[in-house]
């Protein structure tokens, strides 16, 4: 029997991915080099900036590999901002208490949301659509002020600074300034790095790419796709409760209108990072880099600074689309292969 | 438990809305035995194996397994599965984004430090597969691979599963012969193991090749179980279809000819890259074409170009003697072009749609989304070819997933009558169905030449062909390599699809 040319388009995206990082990156450097975005801080600040949002696009990415989709993270983002803010300084919890509480609230949240799409097998659109209502509305329910945090503890955490080791350079002043990341930067990778372990080293990870395969087939090779599909929203408002955490040490405060919209900008990423909207394929490393990918576009248009931030949403839509017809491309060229 | 028994179904009953699918029905399986069960379509066969593998519940009866001294009940395949009873089902249940290992694998990876050990996963995985001669890179995802080899490793990830009963269901409906041999080597090898094997299938020739036992189920019935050695093809016949099996070979009259002289299809050079490379077909007015070849040799490929399912690259088609040209399927259908595709689960059954809307869908999209056929005239049509077709069903509006395949084929079928086509390809229309509604196709494809309608006919079964068609088309690899129109046999076919200059 002949081997068939095996064309993986899967690893491809991810190359392109990767790539287009690279080169955005660099083009940034060329371009607002003198402005300073060719320092290797400018680099750890979009990743200083997206902490939370690569938390939340970690769970977006297993909740897509099994060919769901959870568009309740942006409100669950709020409200864990929220509870936060409001618990630490209107109840005067401890730090601690708050963490564990908003912890608590996700994994609530991930249930109730995996019992009615795993368990139940209504539509996850609807459902998470529905969590993202409910979540906004418990945010006006708490207060409808902003609510700003002034613990100490949380604020401690939130300003550690992490210096590197290397990577530095020598201000005018001739003063070495070395680079920082925060604490937050160093949860989102320990949180890149579980999930993608758990993507490609437990039973469960690649159950939830079997259930994204093709379900039938997963429940006739024994797998308990009832159970995987609910673990998947648990896991996602899991780890979209700690990017909520991560999000509110950037933002110290807690509002009603917070992280609007940041569930389309997860989508985003993790398309631009070759998950498939369709299910089955999909990994975090491409997402960490379709966060990248998205926050440079912003950082660019900051650093341009006569641009309005409008362009970069309509930067990441044309990205989109590129990924999207990439994917397309590869799924003829696969059949074509195969025939 | 008697001794040697490995499996035992006693009185099993299960009601489907408004059908009894299985009335009491006995089934005893013996250690290192393959068992065949057979039935026409509808007789209860998948049922019964649903039933036992925990896919369906059952109202009344036991199933005893060796080993275990209660009756069992599985909820789940997986309960099944862990009782030691595997199912290698007609369509491919694997994975195909994962890979090879990971389809043989996945539930039990091999593990180190509590997380999937993919070396030796990849490891045993390439023992698995190069122990059954199987010869494909484990690593690579499963839908690189074709539909045959898919198969293969979903037996091999049985095989591997250490089952006590092993349910082989349709396995070799898309495997060619090399690889039925194949696959007739593993059974015999399990057998030996001591491995108990229900294999189900709709060929003959391969229950008499394997198995050592037949159970024939009738409309959901036991009708017995007989050893091979008693019970001559005709009267296995004879009892799956309950009456004396119609003399297949009086399907056609041989002088009763209707070819016309026109022609209805005149192709010239046409091709599609790297499926079919140029060919020249003429077909007449009520002629019925046979397309002959291995698997993968072009058959469908060439119905397809003709049909515009692949577009042709090259050359002209004359159609009633007009240069036409085909750029999609509606061109064809506008043309009075009918095609049956030979995959009706993902071509050509809408599953969630009435048998109605079935038939009346490929006659709407001619007419046009706008001009909705008026639901008189669509129950008329339904009721029509429901009736000349013998669909067996409760009422036109039952969903046509509810049907056996073989019936879902009869209304795919009547979908295509119903446009009123001068010229239909059936593209493999009995596979996978009972021996009787075999016998209804074929008659009904010399019914239409009758009627002046032109038939290109394709199926892996060649005594099929020999049957019903008027010419054959012989293809391999890609290519059309001849034209058989006299003294069609099983033997000039063979001769022609395995090429004058072979040296095997």
Known sequence: ?339 | MENGVVLTMRGITKTFPGVKALGGVDFTLRKGEIHALMGENGAGKSTLIKVLTGVYDFENGEIHVEGIDSPIINHSTQEAQNRGISTVYQEVNLCPNLTVAENLFIGREPKKFGLIDWKTMNKKAQQIIDDLDIGIDVTVTLENYSVALQQMVAIARAVDMESKVLILDEPTSSLDDNEVEKLFGMMNRLKEQGVGIIFVTHFLEQVYAVCDRITVLRNGELVGEYPIAELPRVELVAKMMGKNFDDLASIKDADDTCIKDELIIDANGLSHKGKIKPFDLEIHKGEVIGLTGLLGSGRSELARAIYGADKAQTGTLKVNGKEVKINAPIDAMKLGMGFLPDDRKAEGVIADLSIRENIILALQAKRGVFKLIPRKEQERLAEKYIKEIQVKTASMETPISQLSGGNQQKVIIGRWLATNPDFLILDEPTRGIDIGTKTEIQKLVVKLAKEGKSVIFISSEIEEMIRTCDRMVVLRDGMKVGEISEDITQATIMKAIAGGDSNE
């Open chain 1, 1 to 339: 029997m002949k081997k068939k040319a095996n064309f993986n388009g899967n690893n491809l995206l991810l190359v392109i991915t990767i790539v287009l990082f690279v080169v955005m990156y660099a083009i940034g450097c060329i371009v607002y080099g003198s402005k300073g975005f060719s320092q290797f801080q400018s680099f750890l600040n979009i990743l200083i900036g997206n902490a939370g949002l690569i938390c939340v696009t970690c769970g977006m990415t297993c909740v897509m590999i099994t060919g769901g989709i959870d568009i309740s993270v942006g409100s669950l983002v709020g409200l864990d901002c929220m509870i936060l803010a409001y618990g630490m300084e209107k109840l005067h919890w401890s730090a601690i208490t708050a963490v564990i509480v908003v912890l608590i609230v996700g994994i609530v949240f991930g249930v109730v949301q995996g019992f009615l799409i795993g368990i139940l097998g209504i539509q996850p659109f609807i459902i998470t659509m529905a969590g993202l209502f409910f979540a906004r509305g418990m945010c006006a329910v708490i207060t409808t002020e902003m609510v700003n945090v002034a613990n100490e503890t949380f604020k401690k955490w939130a300003t550690i600074k992490i210096n590197l080791p290397f990577g530095g350079y020598v201000n005018r002043r001739g003063i070495y300034m070395a680079p920082y990341i925060r604490i937050t930067v160093v949860i989102a990778l320990i949180v890149v790095a579980l999930t993608f372990i758990l993507l490609k080293f437990t039973k469960f990870g690649r159950s939830l790419y079997a259930v994204g395969g093709n379900e039938t087939s997963a429940k006739l090779m024994g797998l308990n796709v009832k159970m995987t599909k609910m673990k998947a929203y648990i896991l996602s408002s899991f780890l979209c409760s700690i990017g909520g955490i991560l999000f509110c040490m950037n933002s110290m405060t807690g509002s009603v209108a917070q992280a609007k919209g940041l569930e389309m900008e997860a989508i985003a990423s993790a398309v631009i990072g070759g998950t498939l909207l369709t299910g089955g394929v999909g990994n975090v490393i491409g997402s960490l880099f379709g966060v990248l990918i998205t926050g440079t576009i912003d950082a660019l248009v900051q650093f341009n600074g006569k641009l309005l931030s409008s362009w970069s949403s309509i930067a990441v839509s044309v990205l989109l689309c590129f990924f999207i017809i990439l994917q397309a491309i590869f799924a003829l060229i696969k059949e074509r292969n195969k025939a």
